[in-house]
């Protein structure tokens, strides 16, 4: 059975950083995604199997990084700099159909979701 546990979201400032953690088993390829009450959930940064292409939305393109520890079965989301628009509930999701080793960037790309963490940034 897939699970899948975000972790690491709090209240911050503008210009702070946190790091969201994603317990995801399996060498799969790996999303991060953020929704806000009343719009759809978005993808912001997704990672291949073995780590080493990415894909940023251009709302967090050189501000987020994202990574992951195979070992560790976890993968990361760094942010920095962070605005009060990147407010929102954050989640993990994890693909398990036969993949590519490329980041997948739709949403219907993955099969298994974790519950979020909230990330709030005030101003």
């Known amino acids: 059975q897939v699970q899948l546990v975000a972790s690491g979201g709090g209240l911050v400032q503008a210009g702070d950083s946190l790091r969201l953690s994603c317990a995801a088993s399996g060498y799969t390829p790996v999303g991060w995604f953020r929704q806000v009450p009343g719009k759809d959930r978005t993808i912001i940064a997704a990672?291949?199997?073995?780590?080493?292409?990415?894909y940023y939305a251009n709302s967090v393109q050189g501000r987020f990084t994202v990574s992951r520890d195979n070992a560790k079965n976890t993968v990361y989301l760094q942010m920095n700099n962070l605005k009060p628009e990147d407010t929102a509930l954050y989640s993990c999701a994890q693909r398990q159909r036969i993949s590519y080793n490329h980041p997948y960037y739709e949403n219907n790309d993955y099969d298994y979701w974790g519950q979020g963490t909230q990330v709030t940034v005030s101003s």
């Open positions: 990672i291949s199997r073995n780590g080493d292409s990415t």
